[in-house]
């Protein structure tokens, strides 16, 4: 099978990491992107751009001339299965042999949380579509860490939701070298899902311990109640759909519901997934 790749998503967290593996690999792809200025970018890296945006059908028929394989990922939202879905049916009309596709893990069309829920439906969409598909149903990012850098550096503190329940989060590196793979190799990850988790489960409290032991400097984990996060996500301007999401699903986090470490990523990448130290060490200069 020739394989030749569309990156969607090129921009963001996982895409940049696909982008820059699939380089390193000499692989053959092109990143779609919507933005002249985030273009640039890439296109100064080397990387071929085509412009396009999932709600514009024709730029993804352009954009998917030519390409046997396609990564599909966008910011989630209640358009998404609209959008990817646009995707999935021009990949159909343009001989896509292959989609590798980012979700949550508990992706399914009858989730109990919005993501997991429009996940389940776009993966339904591709898999009645008949092209080969790998699901990666990624557990929470090490990367949303970030979001907690401002307290972190202002009031040395976490905030969130979470009691003392542990989950097993997961390097978003690791996703996009599990997803290069999953591109690059051959049909045998055809009709896979994986359950994408980091190396142990871990509490906040847990990450607060070891971010004082990095930045020499007590950093503490509060414990918020419901009313408290709310009101803190609100703030930070996140939609009523994603803070009912966050709310119900740390829920579960809290009773250690969604803590089990699963071996894809160790099988897959053939050695043991990135642990929370190595992603704060790596990522050290954001919270100092
Ligand atoms: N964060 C977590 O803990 C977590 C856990 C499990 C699964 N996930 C899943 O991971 C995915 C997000 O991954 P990420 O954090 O790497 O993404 P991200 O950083 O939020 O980036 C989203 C990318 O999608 C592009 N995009 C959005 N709308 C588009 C459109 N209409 N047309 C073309 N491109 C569009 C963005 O382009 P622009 O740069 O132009 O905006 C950007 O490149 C979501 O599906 C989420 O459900 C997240």
């Known amino acids: 099978m020739k394989n030749k790749i569309l990156v969607t998503g090129a921009t963001g967290t996982i895409g940049t990491f696909v982008c820059k593996q699939l380089k390193d690999r000499n692989a053959e792809f092109t990143a779609l992107v919507r933005s002249r200025e985030k ?23 352009k954009a998917m001339t ?12 209640p358009l998404s299965p609209e959008l990817q879905g646009n995707a999935v049916q021009t990949a159909q009309k343009a001989g896509i042999k292959h989609i590798v596709k980012i979700a949550a893990r508990g992706s399914s069309p009858n989730a109990d949380f919005n993501i997991g829920r429009w996940h389940g439906m776009i993966e339904d969409e591709i898999r009645k579509s008949g092209i080969s598909y790998t699901f990666l149903q990624a557990h929470t990012f090490m990367q949303n860490l970030l979001f ?75 414990n918020q109640t419901t009313d408290e996060g709310r009101k803190n996500m609100q703030s930070s301007g996140m939609p009523e759909w994603l803070i009912d999401d966050m709310i119900h699903l740390n829920k579960k986090y809290a009773f250690d519901e969604a803590s089990e470490v699963s071996p894809d990523v ?18 050290k200069m954001h919270f100092e």
């Open 148 to 222: 907690d850098a401002e307290s972190i550096k202002k009031d040395n503190a976490i905030y969130n939701i979470q009691g003392d329940g542990k989950i097993p989060m997961i390097d978003a590196r690791d996703i996009a070298e599990v997803a290069v793979i999953a591109l690059t190799q051959g049909d045998h990850h055809f009709h896979k899902t994986y359950d994408l988790t980091g190396p142990e489960a871990i509490s906040y409290k847990d990450i607060a311990n070891e971010l004082s032991h990095l930045l020499g400097r007590e950093i503490r984990y509060i």
């Open 66 to 77: 030519g390409i046997d394989k396609l990564f599909l990922l966008s910011t989630t939202s």
């Open 266 to 283: 160790e099988n897959l990448l053939e050695r043991k997934p990135h642990t929370i130290r190595t992603f704060l060490k790596d990522y």
């Open 39 to 61: 273009a640039m970018s890439l296109a100064d890296q080397g990387i071929e751009i085509a412009f396009g945006d999932l709600s514009d059908r024709e730029s993804l028929q």
